[in-house]
């Protein structure tokens, strides 16, 4: 009796699975270079973006801590000068009147003066007083009869009858003054009251 030999050409089954290609993995865990774009990036780069915006946030700081401390030093120095402003200006009107002192201490002294002697003097003094004042603009107001009323510069004491126009100055009682413009003091006047009916 022969024996018969199995020639089947039907691949065993381990050998199907060897013959067949692996199925392509649909669940992402293989990469792709679309992915591997949209990578964030390495923590070195974000690292280096850090220090770069610390740093930038100091220079800041240092900036406006110089500038505070700049516009400090700056008003500081301001009050300084105005405060040396000041008392240089009341020195500077102190000894221009200095001298008015001296006529006035001066003209006391004498003795025998004639009533002339005593008006020069006055005169005199009454000059330099005036000298004085001008030095540092202070400037008299004295409006003359028939100017118009100005109540910036002027205050009325009282309206009388006059022949001429109504609130025009009729007469000034006493002079008013002027600082660099700026009244100090109005002068006292008189006013033109309006015709009656």
């Given at each position: 009796?022969?024996?018969?030999t199995?020639?089947?050409?039907?691949?065993?089954?381990?050998?199907a699975?060897?013959?067949?290609?692996?199925?392509?993995?649909t669940?992402?865990?293989?990469?792709?270079?679309?992915?591997?774009?949209?990578?964030?990036?390495p923590?070195?780069?974000?690292?280096?973006?850090?220090?770069?915006l610390?740093q930038?946030?100091?220079e800041?700081n240092?900036?406006?801590?110089?500038?505070?401390?700049?516009?400090?030093?700056?008003?500081?120095?301001?009050?300084?000068?105005?405060?040396?402003?000041?008392?240089?200006?009341?020195?500077?009107?102190?000894?221009s009147?200095?001298?008015?002192?001296?006529?006035?201490?001066a003209?006391?002294?004498?003795?025998?003066?004639?009533?002339?002697?005593?008006?020069?003097?006055?005169?005199?003094?009454?000059?330099?007083?005036?000298?004085?004042?001008?030095?540092?603009?202070?400037?008299?107001?004295?409006?003359a009869?028939?100017?118009?009323?100005?109540p910036?510069?002027?205050?009325?004491?009282?309206?009388?009858?006059?022949?001429?126009?109504?609130?025009t100055?009729?007469?000034?009682?006493?002079?008013?003054?002027?600082?660099?413009?700026?009244?100090l003091?109005?002068?006292?006047?008189?006013?033109?009251?309006?015709?009656?009916a």
């Amino acid at each position: 009796m022969t024996e018969h030999t199995h020639s089947d050409s039907t691949p065993a089954p381990e050998q199907a699975e060897q013959a067949c290609p692996p199925a392509p993995q649909t669940d992402g865990a293989t990469p792709t270079a679309a992915a591997q774009a949209e990578t964030p990036p390495p923590a070195e780069a974000a690292h280096a973006e850090l220090a770069a915006l610390r740093q930038r946030v100091a220079e800041l700081n240092d900036q406006l801590l110089r500038a505070l401390a700049d516009a400090d030093n700056t008003r500081r120095r301001a009050e300084e000068e105005m405060a040396k402003a000041r008392k240089f200006a009341v020195e500077q009107l102190a000894e221009s009147l200095l001298p008015v002192v001296d006529s006035l201490e001066a003209g006391l002294n004498v003795q025998e003066a004639t009533l002339e002697q005593l008006r020069e003097g006055m005169q005199a003094t009454l000059r330099q007083l005036v000298s004085a004042l001008q030095r540092h603009k202070i400037t008299p107001i004295a409006p003359a009869a028939g100017e118009r009323f100005d109540p910036h510069q002027h205050q009325a004491i009282s309206m009388v009858p006059a022949e001429q126009p109504a609130n025009t100055v009729v007469a000034t009682l006493q002079k008013g003054y002027l600082i660099h413009e700026r009244v100090l003091r109005p002068a006292l006047v008189t006013v033109a009251a309006p015709a009656s009916a």
